[in-house]
């Protein structure tokens, strides 16, 4: 009996074994199942976001899918089938985000961009800039001032002629030819004779920032902070580095030439961003040379000489002052004109004006935009460039706008240069969160989500 009892036991001791053997072989066996599967498809998921757009990356040093993969049609379902091309047939992919470039106002495209600043340059080529943005903002609305001031005084001297019955005389008097200077065509004023205009035009319509982009989904992790002053002037330099103006054009084919004009005008062609742009860097140099002529002595005392002449033989001496300022912001407008002319002859304007590097007469007024007018605009030591100018009005645009113009040139661009037609920008895709589904073993499935991006932190 006791012999019995132990055979008994160890036969039961021995099915346990066997059991736990199995049980433990089984578990093993699906573990090793469902990280062969998550391994599909990190290995897939891996292999389509290394087909990333080879052109984009090249140009911009921007990392995204261009999810039509060359074709006209963009579907969510190109990606997963270039999922099960890398080996996760059998496996159901549901996507439960996804984030393209032009998502959030280009907020993916903005980190890209300041990733690649900080790597390649550092935040030190900003930091000086930093210090000046102030000023910048200072003279624009300087420049507004003065402008509303000029109108003021303009306004009120002719309702006095009026109310009088009297006019000044046109004899050594520039006011006129000055009104109707700021009437006429500002870049034949300013472009020196040999350039050249673009007659480039584009359709708003057919620009991302005009047509409905499609959209992502889901939340995904957003860079902090990305409209910071420094980070703000380090986008401009990434601006200024990748897309041409008026003065140092880039590319060969392109849709404008005028880029930067383009970001900071918002027009469809290139004479109408060069203009808008223009007309404001006079009204900011129409600022700084008033000032400085209110500070001048020998130039106020010429300026009141010629008003008191004037206003006497009109014989309403009274409104000589009047005159004295509508000619000195006549000048400042004229001086203006001359500091254009040597921006867009690629020189340098002075940022501050002093008596040796002010360029133009009072009497020269006379004769300013006329076929006797010969004089160009002088190279000022220690001055500003057109391109110096572009980033000041750069840090004056709204934000959103800016990146959604540079989208627009970035998309149009690979369009035309890399013979690219169908390419678009709101198609290129950066994060996707996939909820995957993968049958172990009949009537037992493994569900597990993956996400991947081109992260920048």
């Known amino acids: 009996m006791k012999r019995g009892e132990v055979t008994a036991f160890l036969s039961l001791i021995f099915v346990l074994l066997i059991s ?42 921007i990392l995204a899918i261009d999810g039509s993969y060359g074709t006209k049609t963009y579907r969510e379902d190109n990606l997963l089938d270039r999922m099960r091309y890398y080996g996760t047939l059998g496996i159901e992919h549901e996507m439960e ?23 390649t340059y550092g935040i030190s080529i900003v930091r000086d800039l930093a210090g000046m943005a102030g000023i910048w903002e200072e003279q624009e609305m300087q420049g507004e001032e003065v402008k509303r001031q000029d109108e003021e005084w303009n306004q009120e001297l002719e309702n006095v ?12 008097n520039p006011l006129p030819n000055v009104s109707n200077l700021k009437q006429s065509n500002i870049l034949q004023l300013v472009l020196p004779g040999e350039f050249q205009i673009s007659n480039k035009r584009i359709s708003a319509g057919d620009q991302p920032g005009g047509r409905h982009l499609r959209s992502g989904r889901g939340s995904f992790y957003t860079r902090q902070g990305m409209n910071g002053l420094e980070e703000r002037l380090l986008f401009h330099e990434y601006l200024l580095k990748k897309f041409g103006n008026a ?17 900071i005008g918002e027009k469809e062609s290139d004479m109408e961003n060069l203009e808008s742009v ?4 006079i009204g900011v140099r129409f600022g700084i040379n008033y000032l400085y002529l209110q500070t001048d002595a020998a130039k106020q005392a010429e300026a009141e000489t010629l008003a008191l002449t004037l206003s006497t033989l009109a014989a309403l001496p009274a409104v000589a002052e009047i005159v004295k300022q509508v000619l000195i912001a006549a000048w400042a407008f004229g001086e ?11 020189k340098k304007a002075a940022l501050i004006k002093n008596s040796e590097n002010w360029q133009l007469s009072l009497s020269s007024l006379m004769t300013l935009g006329s076929q006797d007018d010969t004089q160009d605009g002088m ?14 009005l750069l840090f004056l645009k709204d934000e959103k706008n800016l990146t959604m113009k540079a989208l627009d040139r970035v998309e149009q661009n690979l369009r035309l240069e890399k013979e690219n037609p169908s390419f678009c920008i709101d198609a290129c895709v950066v994060r996707l969160r996939l909820q995957n589904k993968a049958v172990i073993r009949e009537g037992l499935t493994y569900e597990f989500p993956v996400y991947f991006g081109y992260e920048t932190i």
Not at 278 to 281: D, N
């Open 97 to 119: 985000g996804i984030q393209y470039l032009t998502d959030k106002n280009g907020s993916a495209f903005r980190e890209q961009v300041l990733d690649y600043m900080e790597r």
């Open 161 to 172: 002629l009026e109310e009088g019955e009297s006019m000044l005389p046109a004899e050594n």
């Open 20 to 61: 736990f053997i199995t049980a433990m072989l089984e578990s093993t066996m699906l573990q090793v199942s469902k990280n062969q599967k998550r391994l599909d498809v990190d290995r897939a998921i891996f292999s389509i976001f290394g087909e990333y757009q080879k052109n984009l990356l090249e140009e911009y040093e």
């Open 247 to 263: 003065v140092e054009p880039k590319g060969e084919n392109r849709s404008l030439s005028y880029e930067l004009e383009y970001m």
């Open 336 to 346: 203006s004109i001359m500091d254009l002319r040597a921006l867009m002859s690629g």
């Open 379 to 392: 190279d000022a030591e220690g001055g500003l460039t057109y391109t110096d100018y572009m980033r000041i």
């Open 278 to 281: 223009v007309k404001r860097l």
